[in-house]
């Protein structure tokens, strides 16, 4: 009995330390890897979708592109189309079937709004709530706890392109938050970081190199992106 109870509380001591010392020294570099300051304080579409987020991640890269570029290779993502661009082996783990295309595809190119891209058997589907080529294109979950905004900004190297998740765990005890916060957060990093360096390759690979860009318009905060699609929740 004695044997049991330490081990339980040298357990919980080092899951608490590590939870700490993640939060610590860890956590903001893992959910905004490669964004800026203001790129992650910078209102995006998709933002109004789920308010009430419990976790957010913003992470970017910068492309030698144009939007219009790299446009193609976000619309085509998705199981069964173009893939996304990161590890397929462990996505197909999850029975995902992730190919991960190297070129544009034609036949994936037409999406609408409200089209819904299955995420295998068991996980929700994502449905198609912004698209609005060549700046911004999101999913949202069927199930109302994710959402996926992908933005695309103009600067004087080419093209920010900004992946942001908004997540939200709702029915979620402490074990279940602290494992996906040490778990899933480091996951997704892993995951993130190799899909945009895939669009990041398969874009630049694709175009000749870009003249420098003059008269870039200012990037503020607050975004002056004006969005033109209908204002829009979950659960609607």
């Known amino acids: 009995m004695r044997t049991a109870t330490a081990t339980g509380i040298g357990v919980a001591s080092a899951l608490a330390g590590l939870a700490i010392g993640y ?4 956590r903001n570099k893992c ?3 490669g964004s800026t300051a203001e790129e992650v304080g910078r209102v995006m579409p998709g933002d109004e ?3 009430d ?6 992470r970017a890269i910068t492309i030698a592109a144009a939007p219009e570029q ?3 290779w976000l619309v085509q993502m998705g199981p069964g189309r173009g893939g996304a661009y990161t590890y397929d082996w ?3 783990l999850l029975g995902l079937n992730m190919h991960s295309a190297d070129e544009i595809l034609p036949q994936y190119q037409r999406l609408a709004v409200d089209d819904v891209l299955p995420m295998g058997t068991s996980g929700p589907a994502m449905r198609v709530a912004v698209l609005d080529g060549p700046h911004a294109f999101v999913l949202a979950s069927t199930d109302h706890h994710w959402v996926w905004s992908f933005g695309l900004y103009p600067t004087a190297e080419g093209t920010r392109l900004i992946s942001r998740n908004r997540i939200a765990l709702p029915d979620a005890g402490l074990p279940q938050r602290l494992f996906y916060m040490l778990i899933m957060e480091p996951g997704s990093l892993v995951m993130e970081a190799k899909m945009l360096r895939g669009i990041k390759e398969r ?3 694709a175009v000749a190199p870009l003249a420098p860009v003059t008269n870039v318009p200012d990037l503020r905060a607050e975004s002056p992106y004006v969005p033109q ?3 829009r929740t979950l659960g609607g």
């Open 23 to 26: 939060r610590l020294f860890a």
């Open 90 to 92: 462990i996505e197909n």
């Open 31 to 33: 959910v905004t890897w």
């Open 53 to 58: 987020a419990g976790t957010v991640t913003t």
């Open 203 to 205: 874009a630049e690979r």
């Open 229 to 231: 699609w209908p204002t």
């Open 70 to 72: 790299i446009w193609p």
């Open 49 to 51: 979708l789920l308010p």
